[in-house]
């Protein structure tokens, strides 16, 4: 008769051959879990089309004078007198999604995260390594004038109440653009430490090809950090009626205190953050459990940046980090021991209703990157004894990223304007309402709700553009005014610019 392990063991392998079975995960089992994608000669889809296009979605979000070579032609100037009421320039920065306000606290993110693909990917870039880094500076040039007064940082241009009460075009907003910032008596430290880590990353994208920007971008990310760590805060409680709902933090600012001093740590290698993150490390570190990555919860991605000092550089006092990374990691693993994660029948990663892109891009390029250190190391991950490599890693994150293009059910890719069929009424104002060029009269704030509840497609494609995604049984019905899984975000396409770079890359099309 068999032992019970050896019954338990056999219920997981007939448990997890049925799962690659119906989500067709090309592994097979021989003592660890390998991929048969290497094999595959050709590629899934044209990632290169697609890195193209990620980057540029950025254009159609920039507010602010618009330059020269701007590429999405049918956005023009706005928001020109941004920070006027407040006697500051905000000029400026990203529209994070679709509608006309400038929220600092997903900026920011968005920033970290574009410059986090560039330092791990670009250099498989090539020619789009260029629009990457614009696309970085478009941030940065902003967030240096919201943090140019010592201890305040402007957070918040527009009102998202009255801002979301119309339907109207980035260019014709006459909604207030009040100002809103925090400072020593109001503040705000999740948004302070996003910030600073947001100026670190970035400094390091600058520091061969513009070393005076570089450094203006570090020092001011030191400045910032030290003010987020000294006046401790939560800006969703000074700010509640202002921010919340729309980016409340609700995962505390701890994890942004660990990945500030993280990326200030690898931007300067000063000990001084690596002695702040050892002495700090357990009381920001929060529950290991705690897997979600997004705009407000950095804490896998500061573990896996820790476990790259550990892994890479041989950092002693970061082990527990590199075994945090292994357990999120499991987390993911289809049918492995401890995995937790839920995907649709398609194969989609599905960890929210509201927005789940955003978690399928972060998730991906976590893989990748994490997948990447491994290799540099010669290290590997064990799920309860199962030793899972980097290999693996890359094949979830291609799988995810290939449902994004349209391997999914549907046929759909999710990136407006890669592949035959896209969404085509996204809730986004200036891509559903005609373009200045082709109605120069100004469009009043309630006039484009017609358009908004219409069935016609948006008259402009915002190229590149994740949006929000399918629902947990991969249906989409592509509504303009379902926001939940028709809305684009900048912190969406940041973490894909990085993964779709490696996927180009391996496949021989960069």
Known sequence: MASSSTHVICIFLIIFSTFLHTNAYPFHHSGSYQSSHRHNRYASHDYRDALTKSILFFEGQRSGKLPPNQRMSWRKDSGLSDGSDAHVDLEGGYYDAGDNVKFGFPMAFTTTMLSWSVLEFGGLMKSELQNAKEAVRWATDYLLKATAQPDTIYVQVGNAQEDHACWERPEDMDTPREVYKVDKNNPGTEVAAETAAALAAASMVFRRSDPAYSRTLLNRATRVFEFADKYRGSYSDGLKDVVCPFYCSYSGYQDELLWGATWLHRATRNTMYLNYIQRNGQVLGASEEDYTFGWDNKHVGARILLSKSFMVQRMQGLQEYKGHSDNYICSLIPGAPFSSAQYTPGGLLYKMSDSNMQYVTSTSFLLLTYAKYLKTSGMTVSCGGTIITPTTLRTIAQKQVDYILGSNPLKMSYMVGYGPKFPERIHHRGSSLPSISN????????????????????????????????????????????????????YMNAPLVGALAYLAHSFGQL
Do not use: W
């Open 439 to 490: 109605h120069p009269q100004k469009i009043q704030c309630s006039a484009g709700f017609d358009m908004m509840h219409s069935q016609s497609p948006n008259p402009n494609v915002l190229v590149g553009a994740i949006v929000g995604g399918p629902d947990f049984h991969d249906g989409f019905p592509d509504d303009r005014s379902d926001y939940a899984q028709s809305e684009p975000a900048t």
